[in-house]
């Protein structure tokens, strides 16, 4: 499929994996490019020297285009992107922050940017700053997210209205089908975290995985809406919160409770009990565990096939 | 178009106008029907003999079918569905509340069936009663919601994976691109409620057709989730729940803040400061209040324009 994103991007299939914490590493990356989609490592849990590790396993398993994702209130950000000019990066996807900053010196080195927004405002601001596309990232969607809570269904729409650049989907998106009806909302491709964190490429723990493929409906919440909203799995580490919250403690417990590394002991360690388990809504929709090659053609296949099924109603 | 929505109604475009409390009377419901889609008269805010007056004037205003919508938990339900088998009613959709009880008898008089649910497995129960066909509602719609707060994008393909019977879709939902998403998605029609509060024949208040048509992205919320969760539009009431929510305030305060009569003096009476207003997300899309038979027209068109568009996509 030939449209503004996969010629901005390189790509064959308008698929893009999204750059999870603790999840999207070289395997991921370069497995998902090499099957046609465009692999982003997830440069936000990784120290600076073992991003260039990354960068550089990523190249030599893959001569397809492959990006990086850079959440822009990293601490290290001068070094990782420093780094990502130095080991020659193409594309690059910045979140939650404000795109200003970095948007032109990444486009002075000739690097392709893509901005993910939670609303339609920040999409304007992110054109304004010169970004190629912008992901617009509805509430269903896992980890952290807008206190607009606008969803999927909702925000493709406004965000389209609101730029001209092309419009990325994400959030609840784990299918042909749901992909098709992003489009049908005006995206130009997709952007997909929570089914891919269920393969076998995926850095993050099995048991996180197996967690995620068990999870039914009902079993995420957005939650810490008083810190940064961020999308969770119900676990006791989530319970704990809630009961906080539901008594109104006071923001200095809520950030004693939540603490430091429990992203990582949860969905790298597979501590399920006491780890941070960020993940999508639509996991209630993931049930296997499989290669993201695998992935990728699946979600190609029913994308085509619908679009067959929906050429042939008669109206 | 025909498909299982279509034939179970009698109608010919799968479009359902939600029934409104204070919004869909007879005016709003026989325009609906008249234009080719489901009007439904919204019980929920009619005193027994109003509802019957609203159907007989829809009864005169129309040949075509039309329905009554009926929260299960309303105190009169004995007297409302006595007058819809009196009344002649074939099409009965119910909400907010156990299907068990009544489905049977309104099938009894040969009365289409269909339930409205938040969840699949409120979906499967509404199935196990007897029901004919199922809304299921994402988490941007408007008034009262689920606590799942399953958005639409990942709530269809959870219910139409649960159920056998024809899925309706519900929340976000104001125009023929988004209809097609949902058709994307595996639901058979669509159920939509904002976009119809803002025509001339609701009988909502003016004042309050405006705020809807003014309002931008994030003035919805999902609020009062420690009573019933129900999603409003920003405005001081709006505010005092905030306020009251923020500093755990005991739930017999937000009942006594809530009081009685908030939604008819919001929507019915345009008191914008001290009433309850009741819309989905998608209001930020809404832009001007039309005669809704040019609202089921419009949405129709750019439905099978989007289809055509689909279609002519090189994949």
């Given at each position: 499929m030939e449209n503004r994103v996969t010629r901005l991007l390189g790509i064959q299939y308008p698929i893009i994996q999204a750059g999870m914490v603790w999840t999207a590493g070289w395997r991921l990356a370069s497995a998902v490019s090499n099957a046609g989609g465009l692999g982003l490592i997830g440069s936000g849990s990784m120290y600076p020297d073992v991003l260039r590790e990354h960068i550089r396993k990523c190249k030599a398993a893959t001569d397809k285009p492959f990006g990086v994702n850079v959440p822009l209130l990293y601490p290290d950000i001068d070094q990782h992107m420093r780094i990502i000019v130095e080991e020659g990066i193409r594309i690059v996807f910045t979140s939650g922050g404000s795109p200003a900053k970095w948007t032109a010196f990444l486009k002075s080195h000739g690097i392709t940017v893509v901005h993910v927004v939670p609303g339609?405002?920040?999409?304007?601001?992110?054109?304004?700053?010169g970004c190629d596309a912008v992901v617009a990232e509805g509430f269903?969607?896992?980890?952290?997210?807008?206190?607009?809570?606008?969803?999927?269904?909702?925000?493709?729409?406004?965000?389209?209205e609101a730029v001209s650049i092309p419009v990325i989907a994400a959030g609840g998106i784990a299918s042909g089908r749901a992909m098709m009806a992003a489009f049908a909302l005006g995206a130009e491709a997709v952007q997909i975290g929570t089914r891919f964190v269920a393969t076998h490429e995926a850095s993050a723990h099995l048991a996180f995985k197996q967690a995620v493929i068990r999870s039914q409906e009902g079993d995420t919440?957005?939650?810490?809406?008083?810190?940064?909203?961020?999308?969770?799995l119900r676990n006791p580490f989530f319970q704990q919160i809630q009961e906080a919250e539901s008594r109104c403690a006071p923001v200095e417990e809520l950030q004693a409770l939540l603490g430091k590394g429990?992203?990582?002991?949860?969905?790298?360690?597979?501590?399920?009990?006491?780890?941070?388990?960020?993940?999508?809504?639509?996991?209630?929709?993931?049930?296997?565990?499989?290669?993201?090659?695998?992935?990728?053609?699946?979600?190609?296949?029913?994308?085509?096939?619908?679009?067959e099924a929906i050429c042939s109603w008669p109206l």
């Open positions: 339609a405002k920040y999409a304007l601001k992110a054109q304004d700053a269903e969607a896992g980890g952290h997210n807008g206190r607009e809570e606008t969803t999927t269904m909702c925000l493709v729409p406004l965000v389209c919440m957005l939650t810490l809406k008083r810190l940064v909203p961020v999308r969770l429990r992203a990582k002991k949860g969905m790298f360690e597979g501590d399920l009990e006491n780890g941070e388990l960020e993940i999508g809504q639509v996991a209630a929709l993931v049930k296997d565990i499989r290669p993201a090659a695998e992935v990728v053609q699946e979600i190609w296949k029913e994308f085509c096939e619908i679009k």
